[in-house]
């Protein structure tokens, strides 16, 4: 029964996250014209910063605090995984939440998923001797239907029906706000029976760690431009 529970959380989780990501996706294809997002993308002193804070500087601060905690090799493998997967969509709602530049935020998002081919599977290898191939053909299938569809289906609506596009922003933005609330309550309930364990690991302190430098060496970056 407990396990068929759990299915059913995932399930439901999953639904919502797609659904949330191409909502916050059409809300700036709807607002923001292709050009826009080209403009975004070309600001060099904020977008490569970032590129590389996430992709190297997050991932090898992650496995450094891990091996000074002393966290077990598995968890270190799992913790590795997650500092090398950056710039998940849902970001993107936080993004709009915070009434942050969405632009700058999609572009960022489609340059780290696709960076991740590339990095999650290469920190463990480098870093791990057991560490194990990642599905990064995943992370590519994420970039295409949770962004790339999401955001050609909202420019076409744009251009072919202009009309219908003030309509539509409204109960997306409720929509993805709810869909994110949503999902948040999953993961919390999802993960509420392994929070002593994560704890005792030293997980939960790499994590906090890790959030707390990165926040700040991003917030440097961002300040620069």
């Not at 995984?81 to 942050?100: E, T």
């Not at 744009?158 to 997306?172: S, T």
Request: with cysteine.
């Amino acid at each position: 029964l407990e396990s068929r529970r759990t299915r059913v959380m995932d399930l439901i989780y999953s639904l919502t996250l797609t659904l949330t990501v191409w909502a916050t996706v059409a809300l700036v294809g709807l607002a923001h014209a292709p050009h826009e997002l080209r403009t975004a993308v070309g600001r060099v002193r904020v977008i490569w910063p970032i590129v590389a804070l996430s992709c190297i500087g997050v991932p090898l601060l992650a496995w450094a605090t891990s091996r000074i905690l002393g966290v077990p090799t598995l968890e270190t493998w799992g913790i590795l995984i997650i500092a090398s997967a950056s710039a998940g969509p849902l970001s993107l709602k936080v993004v709009d939440i915070a009434d942050g530049d969405l632009p700058l935020a999609i572009g960022l998002v489609l340059i780290l998923e696709l960076a991740n081919v590339v990095f999650i599977p290469l920190w463990p290898a480098l870093l791990l001797p057991e560490g194990v191939g990642s599905p990064a053909l995943d992370v590519g299938r994420s970039v295409v239907v949770l962004i790339l569809l999401p955001l050609a289906a909202s420019w076409a609506l744009r251009a072919c029906r202009p009309a219908i596009v003030a309509r539509l922003v409204g109960p997306l933005r409720r929509g993805s706000t709810i869909g994110f609330v949503v999902a948040v309550i999953l993961v919390l309930a999802r993960g509420a029976s392994i929070i002593p364990e994560v704890v005792g690991s030293g997980v939960a302190q790499v994590a906090c760690v890790t959030l707390i430098v990165a926040m700040l060496a991003a917030a440097l970056v961002v300040g620069q431009d």
